[in-house]
């Protein structure tokens, strides 16, 4: 079964830094693109970044580029995202998402977690 | 990447059959193929409901369907049903490599 668990969640004032992470099990994690996306409460869903099977490609939305980066350890099954500049438009629930495909990516998502929510307020 | 649009509410009765459309430009859901449609109960993940404009996963009703007309794609719900009651989203790939969503539907069954 596969399962995917964000982590790293907190209530973090503007201008600050956090890292969530997502541990990732029941399928063969280095075959595939990972992606976050986020929602804000009460809010639609917004694609935020991918990293390729090999951590050799990574993109990122407009919105958090420059401020953002994602990385995985795949001797970890591990993905993560390290957030700096944060700004009070970035409070949202953070979900990992694995992509359909194991050759490319299609910015299909057919595994979520449950996400974990960073609150960014002074 | 500007949002892909999405009317904000449809509605309908259980047996009926509703549409929900997804405008986007020719950079994105006009141009590829990579469309795909996202069902979302409240405080759930959301659930991949079509991939590739109208292929439904494996455990998916065949009461779900796709389809795309240029710039524009649609979901198709047949058959209503109460549980069908939730928010959707569709989502494309765009040509700068990026992903994008619609702002997203709520569907009520009256």
């Known amino acids: 079964e596969v399962q995917l668990v964000e982590s790293g969640g907190v209530v973090v004032q503007p201008g600050g830094s956090l890292r969530l992470s997502c541990a990732a099990s029941g399928f063969t994690f280095d075959d595939y693109t990972m992606h976050w996306v986020r929602q804000a409460p009460g809010k639609g869903l917004e694609w935020v970044s991918l990293?390729?099977?090999?951590?050799?490609?990574?993109y990122y939305a407009d919105s958090v580029k420059g401020r953002f980066t994602i990385s995985r350890d795949n001797s970890k099954n591990s993905l993560y995202l390290q957030m700096n500049s944060l700004r009070t438009e970035d409070t949202a629930l953070y979900y990992c998402?694995?992509?359909?495909?194991?050759?490319?990516?299609?910015?299909?998502?057919?595994?979520w977690g449950q996400g974990t929510l960073v609150t960014v307020s002074s | 990447q500007s949002a892909l649009t999405q009317p904000a509410s449809v509605s309908g009765s259980p047996g009926q059959s509703i549409t929900i459309s997804c405008t986007g430009t020719s950079s994105d859901v006009g141009g590829y193929n990579y469309v795909s449609w996202y069902q979302q109960h409240p405080g759930k993940a959301p659930k991949l409901m079509i991939y590739d404009v109208s292929n439904r996963p494996s455990g998916v009703s065949n009461r779900f369907s796709g389809s795309k007309s240029g710039n524009t794609a649609s979901l198709t719900i047949s058959g209503l049903q109460a549980e069908d009651e939730a928010d959707y989203y569709c989502?494309?790939?765009?040509?700068?490599?990026?992903?994008?969503f619609g702002g997203g539907t709520k569907l009520t069954v009256l």
């Open positions: 989502s494309s790939y765009t040509s700068s490599s990026k992903g994008v």
């Open positions: 998402a694995k992509d359909f495909d194991s050759s490319s990516w299609t910015y299909y998502f057919d595994y």
């Open positions: 990293i390729s099977w090999d951590g050799g490609s990574t």
